[in-house]
């Protein structure tokens, strides 16, 4: 229950000020309420859900304020994990990471939200998950459950050129300096984007 609320949150299929009861989501998914509620109370922790007052949990709204806030953490955690990742990248996982670049680039041009975020996950953990740092991975997996919400919202409304609006372009140079074993030149693209 809790890996499925995680993904739901960071591919933005909670949508901010949603409302969820745990006797409603265990029925959906075909469980108990205990393992919802449990999932709920580690969701809260991380503050990807905020408790109500009658029992349930809400996907916090978020302020422009707090946005800016997390996209800074985001930027700082993410361009480390690429330039730590530089050290432990091999042939093979090179490979992969162009595929999800390429799969990426393919969700964009096709406009499928959905796709898209799925995609943009796979191909940045397919960096970050080499960092050599797990607290690291933590961490900026707990950011993007906060901001995969509001992110898919922004996108809603630019289907038709959600390349034009993504900068692909970003993720390809970041491929190209991994590439080149150049550090530097993957946290920079990785930050712009």
């Known amino acids: ?12 299929q909670l949508q901010p000020g949603q409302k969820m009861t745990s006797s409603k989501l265990a029925k959906e998914l075909g469980t108990s309420d205990m393992p919802v509620r449990s999932a709920f ?6 503050r990807a859900l905020s408790p109500m007052p009658n029992g349930s949990v809400e996907v916090p709204l978020i302020s422009a304020d707090r946005f800016q806030q997390l996209t800074d953490v985001r ?5 480390t994990a690429t330039e730590l990742a530089m050290k432990l990248i091999n042939g ?13 680039t393919q969700a964009a041009r096709s406009g499928d939200i959905d796709d898209y975020l799925r995609k943009n996950h ?17 961490l900026i997996e707990t950011v993007w459950m906060q901001v ?11 289907e038709d050129d959600l390349a034009g609006i993504l900068g692909i372009d970003y993720h390809e140079q970041v ?19």
């Open 41 to 46: 109370m580690r969701l809260q922790a991380l």
């Open 75 to 79: 930027t700082i955690l993410e361009g």
């Open 92 to 104: 093979n996982n090179l490979r992969a990471i162009r595929r999800h670049c390429t799969e990426l």
């Open 1 to 12: 229950v809790y890996l499925e609320l995680v993904r739901a949150l960071i591919s933005g």
């Open 175 to 193: 491929v190209a300096a991994i590439e080149a074993q150049d550090g530097e030149r993957a946290r920079a693209a990785i930050v712009r984007d």
């Open 122 to 138: 796979d191909f940045k953990f397919s960096i970050y998950r080499h960092c050599g740092n797990e607290q690291m991975i933590f």
């Open 148 to 158: 995969g919400p509001f992110l898919r919202n922004l996108r809603i409304g630019f």
